[in-house]
């Protein structure tokens, strides 16, 4: 009779643990840790996605300080002064003629704050404008502008710690599109920190520190 209860008997409720360990018995060899970490990042990027994409994420944030030209700013690692902007078809030894484009020459004034040189390239990256037919690469991505020291019209290399350097940007833009009335312009400040993925402290995370309008006028107003 013992042995007929315990065959009538209902077998347990299993428990929460045992439930959740079942079902990843039958998805373990799928869902592996690998697999999850992939997962993970697609959902990542579907929700980037729906939110706008990256450089809607990254995008100034409205309560970024509005400045005028020709005050200093605090950009770290840099002080940028930022003087005018004219547009031009070509400027001898620094941009040559061209029947697909023309330059917008940004002019100001750069002081590296910190006790070590910093390279150009991060000038280039702390300043962005906001114009029409600006040349981009393939991935539609618009081209860093390049970076002339504005006493000699050489390329800049380097900005040595405490030295003012007039210093002039210069970005291509298509000449189907008309020449701008003007241009804003964001500032970009950097942190410095260690990069894991390069190995080596440096300046990275660029964040907007200010914005501008700045008017853009023809070079012979210069």
Do not use: C
Request: net charge negative.
């Amino acid at each position: 009779m013992a042995d007929e209860a315990r065959r009538a008997a209902p077998d347990p409720e299993p428990t929460r643990l045992q439930r959740a360990k079942k079902a990843y018995g039958v998805v373990g060899d799928i869902l592996t840790p690998g697999r999850i970490a992939l997962l993970v990042a697609a959902l990542v990027l579907l929700v980037t996605g729906l939110v706008g994409g990256w450089e809607a994420a990254t995008a100034t944030d409205d309560d970024t300080p509005v400045v005028t030209a020709g005050e200093p700013q605090d950009v770290t690692p840099f002080e940028i002064t930022v003087q005018r902007l004219r547009h031009g078809d070509e400027l001898p030894g620094v941009a040559p003629l061209s029947e697909t484009h023309r330059y917008l020459f940004l002019v100001l004034d750069v002081t590296n704050t910190t006790d070590a040189p910093v390279d150009f390239t991060k000038l280039a990256r702390a300043i962005t404008i906001d114009a029409d037919g600006l040349l981009t690469t393939p991935d539609g991505i618009v081209h860093r502008p390049q970076v002339y020291r504005g006493n000699d019209g050489l390329l800049a290399r380097t900005y040595p710690p405490g030295v003012v350097t007039p210093t002039v940007l210069v970005w291509s833009q298509d000449r189907d599109v008309p020449p701008p009335d003007e241009v804003g312009l964001t500032l970009n400040a950097f942190t410095w920190r260690y990069s894991a993925v390069e190995e080596r402290e440096s300046w990275f995370d660029e964040e907007p520190t200010a914005t501008m309008t700045l008017e853009a006028k023809p070079m012979a107003d210069a």
